[in-house]
Each structure stands twice: as structure tokens, then as C-alpha cells.
């Protein structure tokens, strides 16, 4: 199993940038494709990101792509997101998982993270 802990999220203006983080225990980080979800009060989960084992396929959602980049760096068990041009309908409990069957579904991500809370003002 990995254990997942993400950082980074926080209160932000619209247009602002913020960059979150999701470091992961154990050996075996670059055996797992990883994503970042989100989750608003009242709404389900949703898929924001996915990244492929090597970081050479990335996945994003409609509503964040052009904005937000998934990154790995697999010496230091990291994953990250970079997300710029904030806007108030980012906000969110933002989820870090591991090791995908496939990239946007959440019940397709075996492992999680507790969320950091990113809340985004207008």
C-alpha cells in the first residue's frame, strides 16, 4: 500500500496561482499513475488531473485544462499540481490517489489522501 499526504492548498484571489503537493510513502511511488480530484460542498467528486506512471501521458479535466499542470517527480515521491487562474469554481477539498485502473473515475483509484482545502475568492 502507499500513503498519500497533500499540502499546499489554502485561500487565494481569483487569478492567483497556487501549487499543491501529494507526497507518498514507500518504494513503489513510480509503480502508480496517480490523479488529483476535487470535491465541493454538496457535489461529488470529480476528476481534475491523472498522470501516467513516468509522467509522459497526463489527463485533465475540461474545466481546468489550459490552467492547471499535473507534475511527478518520482525521485522525491511527489506529485503535483500547479494551478493558475484561480477561479471562485476551483474551490474545493482537493484529493491526491494512486495507482489507477484507468484516469477519471474515482472508484478506478486505489489509494487516497486525507484533501487539502483550497477556497478560491472572487
Known amino acids: 500500500q502507499v500513503q498519500l499526504v497533500e499540502s499546499g492548498g489554502g485561500l487565494v484571489q481569483a487569478g492567483d496561482s497556487l501549487r499543491l503537493s501529494c507526497a507518498a510513502s514507500g518504494r513503489t511511488f513510480s509503480s502508480y499513475g496517480m490523479g488529483w480530484f476535487r470535491q465541493a460542498p454538496g457535489k461529488e467528486r470529480e476528476f481534475v488531473a491523472s498522470i501516467s506512471r513516468s509522467g509522459g501521458i497526463r489527463n485533465y479535466a475540461d474545466l481546468v485544462k489550459g490552467r492547471f499542470t499535473i507534475s511527478r517527480d518520482n525521485a522525491k515521491n511527489t506529485v503535483y499540481l500547479q494551478m493558475n487562474s484561480l477561479k471562485p469554481e476551483d474551490t474545493g477539498v482537493y484529493y491526491c490517489?494512486?495507482?489507477?485502473?484507468?484516469?477519471?473515475?474515482?472508484?478506478?483509484?486505489?489509494?487516497w489522501g486525507q484533501g487539502t482545502q483550497v477556497t478560491v475568492s472572487s
Open positions: 490517489a494512486a495507482g489507477a485502473r484507468g484516469w477519471w473515475r474515482p472508484e478506478e483509484y486505489d489509494y
